[in-house]
């Protein structure tokens, strides 16, 4: 059998996406369900001082309002949900931290009755001090989200490697610059929606999220069910972008089945989705100390994400972010600390590339900035300060399988470089710029598979990795069918089902190819062992070594004798086989002291790049893209149409947080929860050119590496350099919007005049 790995495989239901036929969770019908809604708080943050439901109870078709004190009033319900902190009550129970946050759920026979009898639920509130910025609400005296973190701390990592306090006193040249990226959202066009029923003490749900079993775990820690007493089901999920990891509006809608005795659907609104999860916002002070010949020797950074009201995953991402922010820069003297603040805006959970696009659009602008001053080119001073093989990162682990030569090499021939920027227009400018980063994967976490083989033949993947138009499932079933030497249209994938598919930790984090697939090689080499055992007691073959091929045993140096597995399964009156896999790191960052964090934390590093041209109109600021390429090292290839697919969607997915996206608070309220105030890239934000690399290694054995997020990261500090090549402008703020491109060149001609005044005086 040829190899499947390394050729494009088509979705089997490729027509159906396109058509608009594909049955997601949104199409999903119980018989007999009824619709919920939830009531939401207008406020920041107040005291929830009494909840009248009369007037709702009596409008048309309701069936109930739920509260808080329904909730706490169920003995055998824990009213908090969040791993690791239990921190968000499924329904505000003495105060609402952030607006949007749900106070009562009202359950109607249709959801226009539901929709139509939230406004006469009627909530008194006592107005509590609220913050929406992380820098302010970390000072001492600001409003205390959770009265047991006076301080508004979620969480608090350190590393420290060497010394950097005498390196930056050393060093001859010392800069130091500040760097924000606002809150955003991650627009899946589906939105959340769930389905919920109970039956004889177990709850059930079909929902759209990431990490089904994740859920699970969480639903039956609400509900105080045994294990596997909660069954989740996904189908297909109509994009995720780390918005539906985790527990979300599930807790709300069992709680709401749980109480009317009846299988409930949630589908939330567009603002409902924007108020439900967000981007981290994030503040990043960053110092380098560099030689005069461009050499890094020492980098201080503190960042804070700002949560949002509720944990949710802040907790280890503040730690992820702390292991990326170095950069893929060997620095051999390093202080960094991050945090994640609680305040009073929407929760913040991952965003493509989590916790890292905001660390690189810093550490990746101010290279720059150390390039010009140094009259350096940039990308031969990233050349110069490159990670490479056996490096020793700041966490104190050997890396290996390092690319990043390779990666600026393809971002040179891909941009020409070397070239300038072909004349523009009087009135505008061109230029062009580029970024690397370095991220880790989630370090530990847990993939499980079974592949069964069944009586026709058929190859079935169990597995819990969600399908959201990534190409998980062609994926998965080209490992299989690779591993098992069979043809790809062989293999079968369902949805999960944690009743039925194993466990696995979640798809994100760039994490399923590699974890899922090693998964299911284990899972196909636990299966070829049992046919072999099968085949060896049937057949009398006395031991001989039996190799498997297109589905069929053959002794070596017996070609001529060829057992079909499916004439073994028959044979052993077997209809099925199966075989189980498991891929599990017991090492990572959550497993670290916060505090003092060393060793080993990622199975490997993605390694990811960005180069773009622009053009600036110098009169009004505005951005035209003109080309983007976007590179990445992915070891083993799959399938290289869809890493070339994800290569541009990592680029233009970039250009939103880039160039325009960004949510507003007014008076502690988001402004802009729709898609007609908050924009995302359409096809005419689209580069005209957009190209893509994904860097193979040579050795057939080469891990597999998840490109998801590989190259999004590089996106904004790319197109910002590229501002700044053009126009001696640094924006420090993201998105370059045109008035702050505008305003930024406007600060940095009176800069170049005084400084041209001075040098004639």
Not at 60 to 89: E, W, Y
Not at 231 to 236: D, S
Not at 460 to 478: K, Y
Not at 554 to 573: C, F, N, Q, S
Request: hydrophobic share 40%; charged share 20%; net charge negative.
């Amino acid at each position: 059998m040829p190899d499947t790995v390394g050729t494009d495989f088509r979705h089997r239901d490729a027509e159906r996406r396109v058509l608009g036929t594909l049955e997601f969770v949104l199409d999903h019908k119980v018989e007999g369900m009824v619709h919920a809604k939830a009531v939401r708080s207008p406020l920041p943050h107040a005291r929830v001082v009494a909840v009248h439901t009369e007037d709702a109870l009596a409008m048309p078709g309701v069936i109930a309002v739920l509260t808080g004190q329904d909730l706490t009033a169920n003995p055998d319900i824990d009213p908090c949900f969040g791993k690791p902190r239990a921190d968000q009550p499924v329904l505000a129970i003495d105060k609402v931290r952030y607006a949007g946050d749900p106070v009562a759920i009202v359950v109607a026979e249709t959801e226009h009755q539901a929709w139509e009898a939230l406004p006469y639920v009627d909530v008194e509130y006592d107005e509590l001090p609220y913050v929406v910025d992380a820098v302010q609400a970390a000072r001492p005296g600001a409003p205390v989200v959770h009265d047991d973190r006076p301080d508004n701390n979620v969480a608090t990592w350190r590393l420290r490697h060497g010394d950097c306090d005498s390196a930056m006193a050393k060093a001859d040249r010392v800069y130091s610059d500040t760097y924000y990226s606002p809150p955003a959202s991650h627009v899946p066009m589906e939105p959340m929606v769930c389905v919920a029923q109970w039956s004889e003490g177990q709850l059930e749900v079909w929902t759209s999220a990431q990490a089904p079993h994740a859920v699970r775990q969480g639903l039956e820690k609400v509900f105080g069910l045994p294990a596997g007493h909660a069954r989740v089901h996904t189908l297909n999920v109509g994009g995720g972008y780390g918005a539906k990891g985790q527990v979300k509006i599930e807790p709300m809608v069992g709680f709401a089945s749980l109480a009317v005795g009846r299988p409930v659907r949630m589908e939330l609104s567009r603002d409902e989705v924007f108020q439900t999860i967000g981007k981290h916002a994030t503040t990043v002070e960053l110092t380098t100390g560099v030689m005069n010949d461009g050499t890094f020797v020492a980098r201080r950074m503190h960042v804070n994400y700002n949560a949002g009201a509720y944990a949710v995953t802040s907790v280890v991402g503040a730690g992820q972010g702390l292991t990326r922010a170095n950069g893929p820069y060997a620095i051999p003297n390093v202080a960094i600390d991050t945090v994640a603040t609680y305040t009073n805006t929407v929760p913040c959970g991952p965003f493509r590339g989590a916790m890292t696009s905001q660390l690189a659009f810093a550490y990746e602008s101010q290279i720059d900035d150390i390039a010009r001053d140094l009259q350096m080119d940039p990308l031969a001073l990233r050349r110069k300060n490159l990670l490479r093989e056996t490096d020793v990162y700041p966490t104190g682990e050997t890396l290996h399988d390092l690319h990043y030569d390779e990666l600026l090499d393809d971002l040179a021939a891909a941009i020409d470089w070397t070239a300038p920027p072909a004349p523009a227009e009087p009135g505008r400018a061109r230029g062009k710029g580029l970024g690397i980063i370095i991220k880790n994967t989630l370090t530990p976490s847990r993939s499980e598979a079974v592949v069964r083989l069944e009586a026709d033949g058929t190859l079935r993947i169990f597995s819990s990795s969600v399908e959201m138009g990534q190409g998980a499932n062609p994926t998965l079933a080209q490992i299989a069918a690779d591993r098992l030497g069979v043809p790809v249209d062989r293999v079968a994938l369902g949805f999960p089902d944690t009743a039925v598919t194993p466990f696995d930790t979640t798809t994100s984090s760039s994490r399923t190819t590699f974890s899922m697939g090693a998964a299911i090689s284990s899972a196909a080499e636990d299966l070829q062992a049992r046919l072999t055992a099968l085949a060896d007691e049937l057949h009398g073959l006395g031991g001989m070594q039996l190799n498997h091929d297109d589905g069929q045993v053959t002794p070596a140096g017996r070609p001529e004798v060829r057992i079909a597995w499916t004439d073994l399964l028959e044979k052993a009156g077997l209809t099925e086989l199966e075989g189980h896999g498991v891929f599990q790191t017991d090492y990572g960052i959550t497993l670290m002291d916060p505090l003092d964090v060393k060793g080993p934390v990622s199975v490997h590093w993605h390694q990811g790049a960005a180069a773009a041209e622009v053009e600036v109109d110098l009169e009004t600021g505005k951005v035209d893209v003109l080309r983007m390429h976007a590179s990445c090292y992915a070891g083993r290839v799959v399938s290289p149409l869809r890493v070339e697919q994800q290569n541009q969607g990592c680029a233009v997915f970039g250009l939103g947080p880039t160039l325009f996206e960004e949510l507003h608070y007014q008076d502690g309220t988001l402004s802009n929860p729709n898609l007609s105030d908050y924009m995302i890239p359409s096809i005419v934000d689209v580069p005209a050119t957009i190209t893509s690399t994904a860097l193979e290694s040579d050795d057939p054995q080469a891990e597999l590496h998840g490109v998801g997020e590989m190259a999004l990261p590089a996106v904004s500090p790319a197109v910002s350099n590229a501002i700044f090549a053009a126009t001696g402008a640094r924006i420090t703020t993201l998105p370059l919007t045109p008035e702050r491109v505008l305003q930024a060149i406007e600060e940095a001609s009176t800069a170049r005049g005084r400084t041209e005044l001075g040098a004639q005086r």
